[in-house]
T-cell receptor, first 113, second 116 residues
Framework: GAGVSQTPSNKVTEKGKYVELRCDPI?????LYWYRQSLGQGPEFLIY????????DSGLPNDRFFAVRPEGSVSTLKIQRTERGDSAMYLC???????????FGQGTRLTVV | GNSVTQMEGPVTLSEEAFLTINCTYT??????LFWYVQYPGEGLQLLLK?????DKGSNKGFEATYRKETTSFHLEKGSVQVSDSAVYFC???????????????FGKGTLLTVNP
């Protein structure tokens, strides 16, 4: 596609449930990033993939959060046992390996009730 | 660790006014600096960047100069338009962070509203 696509655009879930958020990067982009943006804050880094492997997952807040990118393209961010504090906008970005710019998707707004 | 502090908003200006949004940073290593913009209903877009001291990034009439001595990267525009209304984020990328250029540390964002 023309840009980074994230689905769903909105997700409401009950506390304790499991959710998956999907990111389709720009075709050919080997680097993929997940960020989380809470209301009134800037985005915070979660995890970075180079190809299929997570090169840096130091931003994942705890072991309820996990992300995969099995074929080096689409990535899924998985959150287990969701908590109300997980409510935020989840952003995905992609770039070429030594790209001059990272391109962001429009995000998935997750609300945990 | 790395951090970015930017001027808190909201900022409200009249069309054709001069804009400054202050941004200062703390970083280990030698960061690249960015301004991102988020227009209503859209995703984050790169506005401009600078990769070394004294570099000036510019785009769409906006400018920012990388000042190592003051650890600053203030955003300026000489004459704002209604269409510039958006949230602006200052960010840094520390190249020492494992080779990833886009492991970014963002400021909290500044909402700019330009009235006709």
């Amino acid at each position: 596609g023309a840009g980074v696509s994230q689905t769903p655009s909105n997700k409401v879930t009950e506390k304790g449930k499991y959710v998956e958020l999907r990111c389709d990067p720009i075709s050919g982009h080997t680097a993929l990033y997940w960020y989380r943006q809470s209301l009134g804050q800037g985005p915070e880094f979660l995890i970075y993939f180079q190809g299929t492997g997570a090169a840096d997952d130091s931003g994942l807040p705890n072991d309820r959060f996990f992300a995969v990118r099995p074929e080096g393209s689409v990535s899924t961010l998985k959150i287990q046992r969701t908590e109300r504090g997980d409510s935020a906008m989840y952003l995905c970005a992609s770039s070429t390996q030594d790209g001059t710019e990272a391109f962001f998707g429009q995000g998935t707004r997750l609300t945990v009730v | 660790g790395n951090s970015v502090t930017q001027m808190e908003g909201p900022v409200t200006l009249s069309e054709e006014a001069f804009l400054t949004i202050n941004c200062t940073y703390t970083a280990t290593g030698y960061p690249s600096l960015f301004w991102y913009v988020q227009y209503p209903g859209e995703g984050l877009q790169l506005l401009l960047k600078a990769t070394k001291a004294d570099d000036k990034g510019s785009n769409k009439g906006f400018e920012a100069t990388y000042r190592k001595e003051t650890t600053s990267f203030h955003l300026e525009k000489g004459s704002v338009q209604v269409s510039d209304s958006a949230v602006y984020f200052c960010a840094l990328s520390d190249p020492s962070s494992g080779g990833s250029n886009y492991k970014l540390t963002f400021g909290k964002g500044t909402l700019l509203t330009v009235n006709p």
